[in-house]
């Protein structure tokens, strides 16, 4: 799935993988590491192999480390992570001095590790991962990355791999966080590009030419006319005509799906959530026999009590379909209770709207 990363790439941004000479300063990694997290390491030995691994970050050859100790699963889960801290730092303060071909290279480290995850990595390796895959967006998606949204939807339809699913959850719901509600500078630069493309990628394609019928096709970067959300919406209804309550997986897919819709509320088209029956399918997620399911439901349903007409500049308006009271009876073993929502307050203009309606930048 990831792209052929170019000639040459390589030794730019710190040689090949397991390059002869790289053993030693990986077996030094390894015993800093044991340092470090050893409860009987005084203070300074544990102060000076801390320091040691904070310089080994600046190397030249620091990408090409990390990613031998992160992708090497037989490598302990502490070692793994710290190897993501590597490819982490050489993207977040050196990805301004690589060429297009050390950032392709780069690139294409960060997309074998995402495609590589398994049910077995632990929860805090597979989130370094997401947020890395998100670092690497924030520079050159929708610029020099064009196929992003291909290649999650190619790890979204790896079949039996609820943990892939789990990954491009993540990733999406990171996603939107950071370039809506995030203070990253990087971003900050690029954010009517990011917002566009996130408004593109997440809505379906017939509401994109409803709601905006004269707007301008900029360059492609989404994959098929579905949309995030309306993917979303379907895996959060799988889940939830599964056994939630029994079954671990479908129930960390459900609390992902709504983690998602959660950061996406805000921003999203009105009619987009409309369209894939977002509202009803979060209805139904609140019938859910568990807990977990239950609380960020209840979150999302305050968040849709502020989601009202939204204005996208001085004369034009999205209509809203879910303007009147919602009363949904919920039944559980122990209690019955009503659920009143009714979506009352208009936020302020979001400037993606405005930006998205003229056109690409």
């Not at 044991?34 to 390491?41: A, C, G, R």
């Not at 992708?71 to 050489?90: D, F, M, T, V």
């Not at 959530?273 to 979150?299: E, F, P, R, W």
Request: include cysteine; glycine fraction near 6%; charged fraction near 15%.
């Amino acid at each position: 799935m990831a792209s052929t990363p170019l000639n040459g790439a390589a030794t730019a941004v710190g040689g090949a993988p397991g390059a002869t000479g790289g053993d030693d300063i990986l077996s030094k990694i390894h015993d800093a590491l044991n340092v470090v997290h050893s409860p009987y390491s005084t203070n300074q030995s544990r102060q000076e192999a801390q320091a040691f691994l904070e310089d080994v970050k600046t190397l030249p050859e620091a990408p090409s480390h990390g990613f031998t100790l992160a992708s090497n699963k037989s490598h302990s889960p502490i070692l793994r992570h710290y190897g993501l801290s590597l490819l982490e730092h050489a993207v977040r303060h050196k990805w301004s001095e690589y060429n297009q071909g050390q950032a392709e290279y780069l690139r294409g480290w960060v997309l074998q590790l995402a495609q590589a995850v398994s049910r077995e990595d632990p929860v805090y390796v597979r989130s370094k991962v997401s947020q890395l895959w998100v670092e690497v967006a924030a520079r050159c998606w929708a610029a020099e990355w064009m196929d992003m949204d291909d290649l999650l939807v190619q790890m979204w339809q790896v079949p039996d791999s609820p943990v892939h699913k789990e990954l491009v959850l993540q990733i999406l719901e990171t996603l939107s966080e950071e370039v809506f509600t995030g203070d990253d500078s990087v971003i900050a630069m690029r954010e009517t590009a990011l917002s566009k493309a996130c408004v593109e990628i997440f809505t379906p394609a017939s509401v994109l030419v409803e709601t905006f019928p004269n707007r301008q096709v900029g360059p492609v970067v989404r994959s098929g006319h579905e949309g995030w959300l309306q993917r979303v919406c379907q895996l959060l209804h799988d889940c939830l005509s599964g056994d939630i309550q029994n079954n671990e997986d479908i129930r960390a897919c459900a609390v992902r799906a709504l983690e998602v819709c959660y950061s996406v509320m805000p921003w999203a088209i009105p009619k987009a959530l409309s369209a894939t029956g977002c509202v009803t399918t979060i209805c139904n997620a609140l019938a859910a026999n568990h807990v977990s399911v239950q609380k960020v439901c209840y979150v999302l349903f305050y968040i849709l009590s502020l989601h009202g007409p939204t204005p996208i500049n001085n004369n034009q308006r999205l209509p809203w379909k879910h303007s009147m009271p919602f009363i949904h009876e919920l039944a559980s073993p122990t209690k019955s209770f009503l659920i009143w929502f009714y979506p009352c307050t208009t936020p302020s203009s979001p400037t993606y709207l405005e930006g998205y309606l003229s056109g690409p930048q």
